[in-house]
């Protein structure tokens, strides 16, 4: 509980908390920055490298690139608005201090105003007793004394001065103490108020930060319903530009499945499945061109490529019967043209971004390099 | 010959370099009622919980993309080598 002085209250919290809110977000900012400059360097490093592996490759670091450029900006924007709030805070929590001092002081003051108050109010009721005992004096007791009733009523009237000085200075003093405590809630809202705005600039700045997104989770989402799933792909989400961060059914998968789970464990608000349709939409027609081009190379995948098309189906919300259904006509159209059908037929169908897991696809038993691009960046 | 010169050391860098972003969030500073205001409290911890999805999405798309090039850059010299000199030159 805050400690409270004199009828102030100290604010919730701690000085200094938010710097170091900040600082850690300002440090994990620079984690992303540090990272997106690390894929630009490995982007960087191969100039010469052509073809449609060094495409997937491209676009895959640019993506990585991106979202932790996303990242960063967020944590970056996210940090100021602490901060923001921080110096604000501070200063206020020292100003309350300060009043809570203030009010110390003026309770003290008034203390002393209300006892010397009551001692001259008790002065007065003795010298005003004494009056009147002098003017009723029998005369077995001496008799009426002029003088002494005159210097009793001054003495009396005196004392009613200062009772009265000193019950002025009392209510000053209320009076001060009420403005103090008036401007100590002025500075508690303030801090409110900050915490409110901050909070909103915060959440505004997250919203910039890439979303995780696990494309075969059910429209209801939750993580009720991830277990059921069969996440071919981990989507990154980086405003208008979003590719896949891992595809196929391999060790890569099982990871970002296993890793997707231990999230899902702590951290409910992933969003999950189609939760983000504006970047989603904007992708599919990045995907489709891509798709469209690598498509023509295309080559088979395995089981990996039917079943990107069933999770995509699924994930569109589509029945088990036509999402089935729907991966055959896929799987057949692509071998029609003496490909099988792989991720990129899966996007190109059905838009998902689990399209570019199969973006270094290549010529069966042709091109190397793409060859390459297959293994690497499309088959987990 | 070989022509393929993404280092996977670079990418298993970067994969780690991710590894120590998720590392470095959750910190403990945004312990309750510190910040003084629940709106900012709730508003940090999300970006926190944000921050923290991405960075272990991001490490496990790097790593995964490291690995696979790591076991694959042999196989594509090799590959290349047979190749030279029709599809693969000049990439």
């Known amino acids: 509980m805050p400690e409270v002085i004199a009828g102030i209250a100290l604010p919730e919290g701690r000085p200094g908390a938010a710097f170091e809110v900040a600082q850690t977000l300002d440090a ?20 010469s490298w052509h073809g449609l592996a060094a495409i997937a490759y491209q676009d895959r670091c640019a993506t990585y690139e991106q979202a932790a450029t996303s990242a960063a900006n967020a944590l970056r924007s996210a940090a100021a ?34 006892r010397e108050a009551a001692e001259a109010a008790e002065r007065e009721r003795a010298a005003r007793e004494r009056a009147a005992e002098a003017a009723t004096r029998s005369p077995l007791d001496g008799g009426y004394s002029l003088a002494e009733h005159a210097d009793a009523v001054r003495e009396a009237d005196a004392a009613a001065d200062d009772r009265r000085r000193y019950e002025a200075e009392a209510e000053a003093e209320r009076e001060e103490l009420e403005r103090l405590q008036k401007e100590a809630l002025e500075e508690h809202e303030r801090i409110r108020q900050a915490g409110r705005e901050a909070g909103v600039a915060t959440q505004v700045a997250v919203e910039g930060m890439p979303r995780v997104v696990a494309p075969g989770a059910p429209p209801a989402g939750g ?21 896949d961060a891992l595809g196929g059914a391999s060790r890569g998968a099982e990871r970002a499945i296993g890793s997707l789970r231990a999230e899902a464990r702590r951290n409910p608000r992933v969003s999950w499945g189609p939760g983000s349709e504006p970047p989603r939409t904007q992708r599919l027609a990045q995907s489709r061109s891509t798709a469209k081009m690598i498509g023509r190379f295309a080559k088979p995948l395995g089981p990996v490529g039917p079943a990107l098309d069933l999770a995509a189906n699924r994930a569109q919300g589509r029945s088990w019967g036509e999402s089935a259904g729907r991966t055959a006509i896929s799987g057949g159209m692509a071998g029609l043209g003496g490909f099988a059908a792989g991720a990129a037929c899966g996007a190109v169908t059905f838009g998902l971004a689990a399209a570019a897991c199969g973006a270094g696809g290549a010529v069966a038993g042709g091109i190397a390099g793409d060859w390459l691009g297959d293994q690497a960046f499309g088959d987990g | 010959m070989e022509r393929f010169k993404v280092s996977p050391s670079e ?17 403990p500073t945004r312990a309750g009622g510190e910040l003084g205001s629940a709106e900012l409290e709730s508003a940090v911890g999300a970006a926190f919980e944000a921050a923290d999805a991405v960075a272990l999405a991001m490490a496990d798309a790097l790593a995964g993309a490291a690995r696979n090039v790591s076991a694959n850059a042999s196989s594509y010299a090799a590959t290349e080598a047979a190749s030279a000199g029709s599809f693969g030159a000049g990439r």
């Open chain 1, 81 to 114: 608005d602490v901060r923001r709030y921080g110096s604000l805070y501070d200063e206020a929590h020292a100003r309350i201090e300060r009043l809570q001092r203030a009010a110390e002081e003026c309770l003290a003051r008034i203390k002393v105003a209300e």
């Open chain 2, 11 to 27: 990418l298993e860098g970067a994969a780690g370099t991710l590894g120590r972003v998720e590392g470095s969030l959750g910190c």
């Open chain 1, 223 to 243: 993580r009720g319903g991830f277990e059921a799933l069969d996440p071919f792909a981990l989507s990154l989400t980086a405003g208008a530009k979003s590719i």
């Open chain 1, 28 to 47: 994990a900012a620079a984690g992303f920055e540090r990272t997106a400059g690390t894929v630009e360097r490995a982007l960087a490093m191969v100039p």
